[in-house]
């Protein structure tokens, strides 16, 4: 099963990830590599990114993913249709992935407060409240848990790893 991280900038995604495929011996798959130089340059001057930005790099991330039935993946995955296009592809008849989902949630101040303290990534804390916007709860169809990500990096482990277990 692929383990995805998901939330907005700042919640601990990439920390998180990394630490969860070291303990796994998962290969750690971050999404923010995959964005092309548009995609970056658009947000590092502070403008949100579009579905039609979006849509080619969740496709690119689905197609990495088939390639590893069990990885730990990071990425924003904010709407249901992002989520969906990483699990099935864009173009049927894709190969659908086993993705059990994990929110990391945290209280807009502390988002902001990480993104800001972070250094040489190309996102601005500016877009922070664009992506609360645009993030959209899980619904009944969904593999998805949330987890408190102000939380000490071994608890949220700890959650992340008793979710996994009783999923499978």
Aim: charged share 20%; proline share 5%.
């Amino acid at each position: 099963m692929i383990i995805a991280l998901i939330g907005p900038s700042g919640c601990g995604k990439t920390t998180i990830g990394s630490a969860l495929a070291e303990l796994l011996h998962y290969p750690f798959i971050d999404a923010d590599d995959y964005h092309c130089e548009g995609n970056r340059t658009k947000m590092a001057r502070g403008s949100p990114l579009t579905d039609r930005d979006r849509i080619p790099w969740l496709s690119l991330i689905h197609l990495k993913l088939t390639e590893h039935p069990k990885a730990v993946l990071a990425c924003s995955a904010l709407k249901r249709i992002y989520r969906q296009i990483l699990i099935k592809g864009l173009d049927p008849p894709c190969h659908s992935n086993e993705i059990l989902f994990i929110l990391l949630q945290a209280h807009t101040d502390i988002l902001a407060q990480r993104v800001v303290q972070r250094q040489g990534h190309f996102m601005p804390v500016s877009l922070l409240q664009s992506q609360l916007q645009t993030l959209e709860p899980f619904d009944e169809n969904e593999k998805g848990c949330i987890v408190d990500a102000q939380q000490s990096v071994a608890k949220i482990l700890d959650d992340i790893l008793r979710i996994a277990t009783e999923v499978q």
